[in-house]
């Protein structure tokens, strides 16, 4: 069965520091990968999807990047953290006609 | 561009009592519906979705939805609320044309946070 894994689960940073979350999925070859953002009364935002190695789609500009450097690897980071990148943090991926799987999600602090 | 609203950042509903979470949407082509549940610090979990066919869609943990066209609505319910009921729940559209099957064109709405008093 197909399984996503998302580490670290929580992350407290200060301004300026680096960024790195993972996300794995097991159980499947190629899969669509996104990372979304969950702020407070401000629901899901999506922020990168890819549908291949090295394949990034940006969906807002920020501060943020994302990687995808194997299959079932997807990478979001950051150079120097703001305090507006605080914030739930969740890697999906689809196995087709538009339903998601989500990780448990990495709850992101930036002080 | 298509869009979602959610009626009601928070709804609250006594244990037994029906739950009526409401969505509408608004889509340029023939939408696909979803509704996602969140339990605090954990993912989303898909809890139903229309596609085609039958407008009234069940989904888990007694949960329904209907899609109605003529309304651009597609509002989720349940009979009798249980206490683990409790949670965050999403309403999304996806325009199918864009997707291509992927769920880059999916759009949340903001979120219900569903309360149960016992």
């Known amino acids: 069965s197909q399984t996503i894994h998302q580490w670290p689960a929580t992350l407290v940073q200060p301004v300026g520091s680096p960024l790195s979350l993972e996300c794995t999925v097991e159980g499947t070859s190629n899969p669509n990968l996104y990372w979304y953002r969950q702020a407070a009364g401000r629901g899901l935002q999506l922020l990168f999807y890819?549908?291949?190695?090295?394949?990034i789609s940006s969906e807002v500009p920020q501060n943020l990047s994302a990687s995808r450097p194997q299959d079932r690897q997807f990478i979001l980071s950051s150079k120097k953290l703001l305090l507006s990148d605080s914030g739930f943090y969740l890697c999906a991926w689809t196995p087709g006609a538009n339903v998601l799987t989500f990780g448990a999600g990495s709850r992101l602090t930036v002080l | 561009a298509q869009s979602v609203t959610q009626l009601g950042s928070h709804v609250s509903v006594s244990e037994g009592a029906l739950v009526l979470l409401r969505c509408n949407y608004s889509?340029?082509?023939?939408?696909?519906l979803f509704w996602y549940v969140q339990y605090p610090n954990q993912g989303l979990q898909l809890l139903l979705k229309y596609t085609t066919g039958a407008t009234l869609v069940k989904g888990i943990n007694g949960f329904e939805a209907e899609f109605k066209k003529s309304e651009t609505s597609f509002h989720l319910t349940k009979p009798s609320a249980h206490m683990s009921d409790a949670a965050e729940y999403f309403c999304a559209v996806s325009d199918k044309r864009r997707s291509g099957g992927g769920a880059d064109g999916l759009t949340f709405g903001k979120g219900t946070h569903l309360i149960i008093q016992p």
């Open positions: 889509s340029s082509v023939p939408p696909y």
């Open positions: 890819s549908v291949g190695i090295g394949q």
